[in-house]
């Protein structure tokens, strides 16, 4: 456990005392999180907080559940000291993923997954339907173990309004200006929290995975859209409109200007899954030779296209595919030099559906990178993978449902 910072110090001089003693009581939280059951002395000494101040502070972490007190530990001379520890049972949180499968986990307050559900994603109003239905399996599954839900967390693929949990346009489940926060409240009857899926990817890779320790850092996500999330001096940020991040939209070059994007945006139109996909087949078409062209009845038609396949098949040395990927690795490499010149970060992050294929791409881009920006970041794949999206959302169902369950309550 870190000593308070300056960052944290000059809280004080601000006058917000509320936010102050938020930002101890978290500290304090974490410390016994993390390094386990400690008498009141020992938290004093390593957060180096007055024994007053402690006192206060476990006592409001006690009254609300959080912290438990334990038997006495060993004495050195005299009465032994009762050691406090944290309650990772005083609660649970769930947190979902809405990509091409739904998937939600049910976690306690230390973030261990307790039960998982997955259903088939759907658009429209079903889909709503079936998002509803596998949180109430999630709560009844929490009730089953004794622990009340705190809170829920959503992953959307959209920009979503923070903190309105309006999920402005999400072309694959057809939700336009949905009020999806305020629709789930009413029908689960919890705190329910609306994020960009790329974003709470952030901060489930800063929570848990290959952002961990990172103050500044950038979560890519490749799939059918392509969307980053900003940890920038350790606080997510959304933008303006909470539309930071949206490097999908970024314009490759000049001959794109003055087109109109309805669905997909321009970049992510050309190296998201479909992108990949309609370039293959133009190849193919074309008449390229390709150990992807098989053909059915007539010998002229190629069988359906999956990105999988091509990127498989760019692997194995592949011609045409590896010329796609080729393509591909071009246009990433412009919104990563961009997105790198602008924010400086210390590391990026693959991840999304095609983080499996990482090795295609990394070294490439590093490579076109080399001289190219003032400061080259570290280029990483994903170490939650598809689970970064479940951890994301758990910590900030966990951070919004608790102000002293995090040292950094503003990462949300």
Known sequence: MRPLSDKDVNLSRTGNAALLRKVNESAVLKLLR??????????????????????????????????????????????????????????????????????????NLSGKVLAR??????????????????????????????????????????????????????????????????????????????????NLIALG??????????????CISLGEGIGSGLILNGRLYRGAGSAAGEIGYMIPSERYLGQKYDTFGCMEGLAGSLGIIQRARARINAGERTSLRESSGNGKEPKPLTVGAILSAARQGDALAAAVVAET????????????????PERIIISGELAEYADLFIEPIQNR?????????????SELRL??????????????????????PSQV
């Open 117 to 198: 559900r997955t259903s088939d994603s759907v658009a429209g109003d079903r889909g709503v339907e079936e998002l509803v239905a596998l949180v109430t399996e999630l709560m009844e599954q929490a009730e089953a173990q004794g622990l009340r839900v705190r809170g829920v967390a959503v992953g959307a693929p959209s920009i979503v309004l923070y903190p309105q949990g309006v999920v402005v346009w999400s072309p694959t489940l057809g939700w336009q200006n949905l009020p999806l926060k305020r629709i789930l409240e009413e029908q689960l009857g919890v705190p329910v929290l609306i994020e960009n899926e790329v």
């Open 369 to 381: 990178l080399n001289g190219l920006i003032p400061h080259m970041p570290d280029i990483v794949v």
């Open 329 to 344: 690795i071009d246009y990433l490499t412009l919104a990563i030099a961009n997105l790198a010149s602008l924010i400086a």
């Open 34 to 107: 993390e390094e386990g059951p400690m008498a009141r002395s020992e938290i004093a000494r390593h957060s180096r907080l007055s024994a007053p101040t402690i006192t206060r502070i476990t006592a409001s972490l006690i009254d609300s559940g959080l912290v438990l007190e334990r038997e006495a530990g060993s004495s050195t001379g005299g009465r032994p000291p009762t050691l406090l520890e944290f309650n990772a049972s005083a609660g649970s949180v769930i947190g979902v993923y809405i990509g091409q499968q739904m998937t939600g986990a049910l976690a």
């Open 205 to 218: 890779e800063s929570w848990r995975g290959a952002g961990r320790g990172l103050d500044n850092l950038v």
């Open 387 to 408: 689970d970064a999206v479940i951890f994301g959302a758990v910590a900030a169902a966990l951070r919004e449902t608790s102000d002293a369950l995090f040292v950094q």
